[in-house]
């Protein structure tokens, strides 16, 4: 079945370690990829999209994610993390062969440590 | 960004009685707005596409005649959970298209629902 993996399900770091964040899915043809955020007690936040152009894509708080078509990827990093960063992040993807639903990973809660 | 509103934030009900959840596009119009569940650490289902002006398209394995969807226009879309059990307690959310910006691909989510059945 068609799906999108993300590889950690809890991911314990320390402020000022950087992060890395896997995201496999196995749709083909045109996809858009996505990154969103939960903050403990508030709603689904985007992070960051990509739609086409450059596979490094820049988004909010320092965050930015590569999309490797080749490995179907689109893995989300950020160098140095805070304690703010304590949420729970999402891979989410969009294909056309899926009928555009969006179709989420299974999260990854990230705890930083102060 | 644009915004959803949903509402209520959270419900209790008793079990058989039915629950309305609205979400509202609060600054755009969607012709499409996503239903989603979501259980305690676990990732979000897509439970049905709302089309407004149209009958929803419901995922494989969801009852259409207990999660009664209605997209009665462009900005407001209804999910009722009907006679309500305690494994429908769950966070519901929903999320919204804006269908003027960039193809509409770029999704936008309320802040959930909180259903408690008792």
């Known amino acids: 079945a068609q799906s999108v993996s993300q590889h950690n399900h809890h991911v314990i770091l320390s402020e000022a370690a950087s992060l890395e964040l896997g995201c496999n899915y196995s749709?083909?043809?045109?996809?858009?990829l996505f990154w969103y955020v939960q903050y403990p007690g508030q709603h689904l936040q985007l992070l960051l999209k990509?739609?086409?152009?450059?596979?490094l894509v820049k988004g909010i708080k320092g965050f930015e994610a590569e999309f490797i078509k080749s490995k179907f990827s689109f893995n989300l990093r950020k160098p140095s993390v805070q304690w703010s960063d304590t949420a729970e992040y999402f891979c989410?993807?969009?294909?056309?062969?899926?009928?555009?639903?969006?179709?989420f990973g299974g999260g990854t809660r990230v705890l930083v440590k102060p | 960004g644009a915004v959803v509103s949903q509402h209520p934030s959270w419900v209790i009900c008793k079990s058989g009685t039915s629950v309305k959840i609205e979400c509202r596009s609060l600054?755009?119009?969607?012709?499409?707005m996503f239903w989603y569940r979501q259980f305690p650490k676990q990732s979000l289902m897509l439970m049905a596409t709302?089309?407004?002006?149209?009958?929803?398209?419901?995922e494989q394995g969801v009852e259409k005649d207990k999660f009664l969807i209605n997209h009665a226009s462009l900005t407001l879309s209804t999910l009722t959970v009907t006679s309500a059990h305690p494994e429908d307690s769950s966070f519901y959310i929903c999320?919204?298209?804006?269908?003027?910006?960039?193809?509409?691909?770029?999704?936008?989510f309320g802040q959930g629902t909180r259903l408690t059945v008792v």
């Open positions: 999320s919204a298209r804006d269908v003027f910006t960039g193809g509409g691909t770029e999704a936008f």
């Open positions: 749709y083909g043809g045109t996809v858009n």
């Open positions: 990509y739609f086409s152009g450059d596979p």
């Open positions: 989410a993807v969009n294909a056309r062969a899926a009928g555009n639903k969006l179709t």
């Open positions: 600054d755009f119009q969607a012709t499409t």
């Open positions: 709302s089309n407004e002006g149209s009958k929803a398209t419901y």
